[in-house]
């Protein structure tokens, strides 16, 4: 069974700072793996999305990157910002699973001070 | 384009009640799903539909009904609301298989079963 696990739990930094967010997952199997943001009391929006066959996707300040043979990808934030505070997910959708079945982990909530 | 909406924002049933959670999307996208999400535990599928008149069973779909009569709607009934019910619950929705695999969430539902 795919377990996804996110380290750390909750992480705090000052404002500017660049952090590595990590997740991993027990199934290498998977077929792509998204990163999302949630705000307090809101629904998840996507950041990026990675398929299995690529090693890393950009989107501005972010980057993540993507090791399936190890079971790990890093959500990189640069210069962040006290905007950047969230909980930040990440998410597997594994091979033989349909788009509608995606895994995720707990989250890591990102508390940026300024 | 109002993407993935979902009433009521927040609830409070007695237990034994029935409700449906209602989730509705205008981005013409054949997959959606129903998660839950409890603290500690991460976001759980409950239900998905990969096409009208196609629902599936996740990982938790116990206490649960879906139907997809429409590509535009997917209904969550509570048959009989248990405070075990008690969750915020997140309809998404995803385009077709291929590079564009992103999921869109809503912005919640909270359900609090006295």
């Known amino acids: 069974k795919q377990e996804v696990t996110q380290i750390p739990a909750a992480l705090s930094v000052p404002e500017g700072e660049n952090l590595v967010l990590n997740c991993s997952f027990t199934d290498s199997a998977i077929y792509n793996l998204q990163w999302f943001r949630q705000d307090p009391g809101k629904g998840l929006t996507s950041l990026l999305l990675i398929q299995s066959s690529q090693r890393e996707q950009t989107s501005g300040r972010l980057n993540a990157s993507l090791d399936k043979s190890s079971g790990r990808s890093t959500l990189y934030i640069a210069a962040s910002q006290p905007g950047d505070s969230a909980t930040y997910l990440c998410?597997?959708?594994?091979?033989?699973?349909?788009?509608?079945?995606?895994?995720f982990g707990k989250g890591t909530k990102l508390s940026v001070k300024p | 384009n109002a993407g993935v909406t979902q009433t009521p924002k927040f609830q409070v049933l007695k237990t034994g009640q029935s409700m449906t959670l209602q989730c509705a999307q205008d981005?013409?996208?054949?997959?959606m799903s129903w998660y839950r999400q409890d603290p500690g535990m991460g976001l759980r599928l409950i239900h998905y539909s990969v096409g009208a008149g196609i629902t599936d069973q996740g990982e938790v779909p116990n206490g649960y009904n879906v139907s997809r009569s429409t590509t535009e709607d997917f209904p969550l009934r509570l048959l009989s609301a248990a405070p075990s019910q008690t969750s915020v619950y997140f309809c998404a929705s995803a385009d077709r298989p291929g590079a564009q695999e992103t999921q869109y969430f809503g912005p919640g539902t909270r359900l609090l079963v006295l």
């Open positions: 998410a597997v959708r594994n091979y033989g699973g349909s788009q509608g079945n995606l895994i």
């Open positions: 981005m013409n996208h054949e997959y």
